[in-house]
């Protein structure tokens, strides 16, 4: 029933843009550039994920694009190393630290976007991987277990612009791995939120180079 319910909240950004018959679509788009936080757990344990993400706006309703995110956290694992691994380490148990970087491609539905408040459902599918940082006997910082994954997330988001360029949002959703890196024992599919300050990065690309970096017309304004 869960996995059902999932499948579908994670179908909703794609059927509404292959339903959508709205020809706001067909205008000439906008640069958005948005920085992202959001708070997280891993088996219980608080993390961050963090990072960036931009591309075109359609007509106010529609978003496309790429991001680059990575977690930020003290997950903290004994490593099993290999003969070849250990080699330059300490023992062939070692602490390591888990890190997570990925590239999602990004889909956002703007359902809500009236006067200075704004609804949306982004949705990401991204590709990246997951290793664990050591420190070997040299004090040399090692990476070990490195394996692709692939991830998946939706957010329920809204936010409130105070002025051009700040506002506050807040957002929930879900992340799921769908491919898992088999070194990493904790479950890194989790909820995630956010609330707090927001930076509007295309607003002020659009007040700093109101005609583009070519000193063209912008077709954001």
């Not at 006067?115 to 070997?136: A, L």
């Not at 988001?157 to 799921?176: D, E, F, H, L, R």
Request: charged letters at 20%; aromatic letters at 14%.
């Amino acid at each position: 029933m869960i996995k059902n319910f999932l499948l579908l909240i994670f179908l909703l950004p794609v059927v509404a843009f292959a339903d959508s018959t709205d020809v706001s679509i067909w205008k000439k788009p906008k640069i958005f550039l948005q920085l992202e936080r959001f708070n997280t757990l891993v088996d219980g344990k608080g993390a961050n994920l963090g990072g960036i993400r931009g591309g075109l706006e359609f007509g106010k309703k529609y978003r496309i694009g790429l991001g680059y995110y990575n977690l930020n956290s003290d997950i903290i694992e004994y490593i099993h190393l290999t003969p070849e691994e250990a080699a330059d380490a300490p023992a062939d148990s070692v602490k390591g630290k888990l890190y997570m970087g990925c590239v999602p491609i990004c889909l956002e539905y703007i359902f809500y976007n009236k006067g200075k408040w704004q609804f949306s459902i982004p949705f990401h599918i991204g590709f990246g991987n997951t290793y664990f940082e050591y420190f070997n006997k040299y004090n040399e910082t090692k990476r070990v277990k490195d394996h692709s994954i692939l991830l998946a997330d939706i957010i329920i988001a809204g936010q409130y612009k105070i002025v051009k360029w700040v506002g506050i949002g807040a957002g929930i959703g879900y992340s799921k791995i769908v491919v898992v890196n088999p070194s990493v024992e904790r479950n890194l599919s989790s909820p995630m939120y956010s609330i707090g300050l927001k930076i509007f990065l295309g607003e002020i690309y659009r007040s700093v180079f109101p005609h583009g970096l070519c000193g063209k017309k912008d077709y954001s304004q």
